[in-house]
């Protein structure tokens, strides 16, 4: 895959030979033809690279795309004309407002005086973009892993939550249970101190004209039946 601003340095006139923006311009049909022979030049360049660039070493700060050069072993060259050489190049104040035909005849004028071939530049940018690229398939691979191990975690701990509720349900049904009890409890022996109370009441109003002794009805224990009733009563 080519990027289109490769093809911004590479011009191919009818006999393969590169033109300069200087030479006389050509017309529309051999503009278009030269466009496309020099995507299929930019081709040819990037083929010659490896698709997958190796990384040496490992990246200490994915911000840092030198970072990332260095590990996929991307040096300047000795000459120092770099993709980003060529790119501040092409944001200097003399030729950023000029024509792109202009501004590309003045980085290929330069690039020839410096005695350093477009394929270089090229190479340069081509390596750098695919070890972007390469970088970003081991970035995914390593985000697609944690996803799918915290996946994994948070299935783990959703199950331990799960058991945790249900112990937990579990106990607060028993609290429940016993607290059922304990008052069904306490209500069969207020019925028998009712009782008891009656008995000895009886035996004292023989000889009393005031009762001292208490007695009391005692109240049925609520419900989820008997509330039930009790609300649809009013």
Not at 24 to 29: I, R, S, Y
Request: glycine letters at 4%; zero cysteines.
């Amino acid at each position: 895959m080519t990027k289109k601003w490769y093809e911004l340095f590479v011009s191919v006139g009818a006999e393969g030979s590169a033109t300069e923006t200087g030479a006389a311009q050509p017309n529309a049909a051999t503009d278009a033809g030269a466009r496309r022979t020099a995507a299929q030049t930019v081709a040819e360049i990037a083929s010659q690279l490896p698709m997958e660039p190796q990384f040496t070493s490992s990246v200490k700060n994915p911000a840092s795309f030198d970072d990332i050069y260095r590990a996929a072993e991307i040096q300047t060259p000795p000459h120092g004309y770099t993709i980003y050489k060529i790119a501040e190049m092409l944001q200097s104040e003399h030729i950023r407002n000029l024509p792109a035909e202009v501004k590309r005849s003045s980085v290929l004028v330069a690039l020839d005086a410096a005695g350093v071939r477009l394929d270089e530049v090229i190479q340069d940018a081509v390596r750098r973009d695919r070890a972007l690229d390469t970088y970003e398939r081991v970035q995914q691979k390593a985000f697609e892993q944690l996803q799918e191990n915290k996946a994994k975690e948070n299935a783990g701990i959703q199950a331990d939550f799960d058991r945790y509720v249900a112990q937990q349900r579990a106990r607060m049904d028993a609290n429940n249970d016993a607290v059922a009890r304990e008052k069904e409890r306490l209500y069969g022996w207020r019925l028998n101190k009712q009782q008891e109370e009656q008995k000895i009441a009886d035996a004292v109003s023989y000889f009393t004209t005031e009762n001292p002794i208490t007695t009391s009805q005692t109240a049925a224990p609520s419900t989820p039946a008997n509330k039930a009733s009790s609300t649809s009563s009013k």
